[in-house]
């Protein structure tokens, strides 16, 4: 049985990771690239943010953290768009070249322990009180605004460019429009949120660990694709919600399968398992129906025959 601190764990984590969803929902399905960026975007928010914690400025090192992102992002578009690296190949080779950066920026230490460091949780303790659920309020707060400006974005000018870039590229260099720019804004925007998802969970669980980011895409892409798989495909606000959602009932998933008693060293196999049997779902479905037609019209031509 979930207790209640479970339960707004689960919650608090699902909307933490939600940012990563919501990344990857601008760049998997609205520009149309499978960017592998995510883990050391990811693990480049937890350093710059713990950093900039140590320091003494905790806000500053969610701020500090998007920009680092959207770097990270900048590096991987450039690769893709000028010089002519295929875009999976482009994420790689950012992320492999993150891992030396994220050390470099934790001082070449593989962790930076924050337990007695003020974090933005520490300060909505002392503002909202003890008895409040402080860390849920912040989390869910942080990724609300997130949700509605990426949103609010996307129906810009600029943000419809980027939707169309995804949607059919020929026809918006057909248009004027550089292709290139918006598919670097998008990055950009992409691994900012990714980074500004691993900066607030470094600040909630107080370190910062090199290994953070590993298997990110994969769990991102779970929540997000859980979140279709329940809600459909519809406006752009039921995309991003289906996307939070997913990130939650994932998160729910984890909570179960630690409750029972399943080894963590197995949970990256289980995150798997979830991504591909969501990935499948109309597959099956439809492979399921299929298979319920054909068994039906053959017993429908055994009672004719009898």
Not at 78 to 105: D, E, H, W
Not at 169 to 196: E, H, Q, W, Y
Not at 222 to 229: D, P, Q, R, Y
């Amino acid at each position: 049985m979930f207790t209640v601190a479970i339960v707004q764990s689960a919650l608090e984590l699902g909307f933490i990771y939600a940012l990563v969803a919501m990344a990857l929902f601008l760049s998997f399905r609205v520009l149309n690239i499978a960017d592998m960026t995510t883990d050391g975007a990811f693990t480049l928010g937890c350093a710059v943010s713990a950093t900039a914690a140590v320091a003494g400025h905790p806000v500053l090192g969610l701020v500090l953290a998007m920009l680092a992102g959207a770097c990270a992002g900048f590096v991987t578009a450039f690769l893709q768009t000028r010089m002519g690296v295929p875009s999976i190949l482009a994420g790689i080779i950012t992320n492999t070249g993150l891992y030396t950066v994220n050390l470099a920026v934790m001082g070449f230490s593989s962790n930076v322990p924050m337990l007695k460091t003020p974090t933005v949780f520490t300060a909505a303790k002392a503002a909202l009180g003890d008895g409040a659920p402080y860390k849920l309020i912040l989390a869910a707060g942080i990724t609300l605004v997130v949700c509605a400006a990426l949103i609010a974005f996307l129906g810009t000018r600029l943000g419809l460019s980027i939707r169309a870039t995804g949607d059919n590229p020929d026809m918006v260099r057909a248009s004027s429009i550089n292709t290139a720019f918006t598919i670097t804004v998008g990055l950009c925007i992409s691994n900012s949120m990714t980074a500004l998802s691993g900066a607030v969970l470094a600040q909630y669980q107080k370190s910062a660990d090199i290994n953070l980011g590993t298997g990110m895409v994969v769990i991102g892409l779970a929540s997000l694709i859980i979140g279709e798989t329940l809600f459909g495909r519809g406006g752009m606000w039921i995309k991003a919600a289906a996307a939070v959602a997913g990130s939650v009932i994932y998160r729910f998933i984890i909570a179960i399968a630690l409750r029972a008693n399943v080894p963590s060293e197995c949970l990256k196999l289980i995150s798997a398992i979830i991504v591909a049997l969501a990935i499948a779902a109309p597959s099956l479905k439809k492979n399921l129906t299929m298979y319920r037609r054909r068994t039906a019209a053959r017993q429908g031509r055994g009672r004719d025959h009898a």
